[in-house]
C-alpha cells in the first residue's frame, strides 16, 4: 500500500522554514530533527527513520509548489552559494565558484532543482504537484 505523505507549500517562505516543514511532516515522532541541508533530506527519503520505514512506496504531494519552486530559483540559490563563500574553512571556495558559474551560465541547478533530483533518486518516492 501506498504512504501519501504531503508537504504543505503554504508554510514555507524560506530556507529555515522549509527544513521546519519538513521536519514537522517526517519527524514528528521523533525526539530530534533533521537539519537545513540537502544531504540531511536525501537521508531523510531513504527512510529508517522518521515517517518512512524504509523503500516502502510513496506518494509524496507538495502543494503550493509552483510557489516553492520560484522562491528557492536562481536568487536565492546564488545567496546559498555566496553565503557558503564566506566558509572556506568548511566548502570548497573552488567547488562553489564552480556551481556560481553554472549557475550563471544556466548549466547549474537551483537549490529547488536539486530537492527535485534527490526526490528523483528515490525510486520509491512519486512526487505529486499542486
Known amino acids: 500500500m501506498t504512504k501519501k505523505i504531503c508537504i504543505n507549500g503554504n508554510n514555507i517562505s524560506d530556507k529555515k522554514s522549509l527544513y521546519q516543514e519538513i521536519n514537522r511532516v517526517f519527524m514528528a515522532k521523533e525526539d530530534w ?4 541541508s540537502l544531504d540531511a533530506l536525501n537521508d531523510l527519503f531513504y527512510g529508517g527513520f522518521g515517517l518512512i520505514d524504509g523503500n516502502e512506496p510513496i506518494e509524496l504531494i507538495w502543494t503550493n509548489f509552483n510557489h516553492n519552486k520560484k522562491l528557492f530559483g536562481y536568487d536565492f540559490t546564488m545567496e ?13 571556495t573552488k567547488i562553489i565558484q564552480q556551481n556560481i558559474s553554472d549557475l550563471e551560465n544556466g548549466t547549474g541547478l537551483t537549490y529547488f532543482e536539486m530537492i527535485l533530483e534527490i526526490i528523483a533518486e528515490h525510486k520509491n518516492i512519486t512526487l505529486i504537484t499542486e
Open 33 to 36: 530533527k533533521i537539519g537545513e
Open 80 to 92: 546559498f552559494y555566496q553565503e557558503k563563500l564566506k566558509q572556506p574553512n568548511v566548502f570548497s
